[in-house]
């Protein structure tokens, strides 16, 4: 729970850090040279999303389930978690491959389940399930309209409504671990607890979508590692509808 805690902390920080930055660089640099318009469709926060289809929904769905990005990040996961297990946890938890692997296949059973309900749930109940960024410009209100996108989301009409399908995927991947994981964690409260880590995980990954365009800006000035990573698409907003 404090290793989602401190997540959840660094993104917002960050998140308002970059808006904060982007704002300033605005309102004291020349405008930039327009892009050709294949990439502001891909990259700008603030195009039109359409109506989200059925085919989209799917795609939502698949990329970040069994893309590279989701096989890769729950190694890391599970890293953290055996690094800092806690004090009654089972041996077979906390020590060797055959405890990385637990946890591994538990971080991919979470969120496999969590992706696989919310897609379901969007699908029955036309709920879009992607992220709409803030039409504002202070970084500050960007923030909160993130973190409250996790509650409350557009239709595919585009009406806003309470975010059902974010809700019953956090809960999918919480009581997924009720069904293996080892007794004192295998209860409701715990179950409570690893939903709300699901749902600020959401809630990071929107802040991530609101504000990956400046940072990504950000790593390419800075010449990071980050900003010539080849498929950008897994951590900003894709605006384009098949």
């Known amino acids: 729970m404090r290793l989602y805690t401190r997540t959840f902390s660094i993104a917002v920080l960050l998140s308002a850090a970059m808006g904060f930055t982007s704002a300033q660089e605005s309102t004291n640099t020349p405008p930039e040279a327009p892009q050709p318009a294949a990439n502001s469709k891909a990259f700008d926060p603030n195009a039109a999303l359409g109506q989200q289809t059925l085919h989209g929904k799917f795609m939502e769905y698949t990329v970040p389930t069994f893309g590279p990005l989701a096989l890769v990040s729950p190694a890391f996961t599970a890293g953290f978690h055996m690094a800092s297990p806690p004090s009654d946890y089972p041996r ?53 309209h993130a973190v409250l ?79 010539r990573i080849p498929h950008r698409e897994w951590w900003t907003p894709l605006t384009k509808q098949p």
């Open 92 to 144: 077979e938890w906390r020590q060797g491959a055959e405890a990385f692997g637990r946890n591994y296949a538990d971080e991919l059973a979470r969120t496999t389940s969590k992706q696989t309900a919310r897609f379901l749930v969007g699908a029955l109940l036309r709920e879009d399930l992607r992220y709409h960024p803030s039409k504002s410009k202070n970084a500050f209100a960007r923030t909160g």
């Open 149 to 227: 996108f996790t509650f409350f989301d557009k239709s595919d009409s585009g009406h806003t409504q309470l975010a059902l399908a974010n809700l019953t995927g956090a809960a999918a991947g919480g009581y997924v671990g009720n069904a293996y994981l080892p007794h004192g964690y295998n209860d409701v409260t715990h179950a409570d607890i690893r939903g709300g880590e699901m749902l600020g995980g959401i809630a990071a990954g929107n802040l991530l979508h609101e504000f990956g365009p400046e940072i990504y800006r950000f790593c390419k000035r800075a010449h990071l590692p980050l900003a």
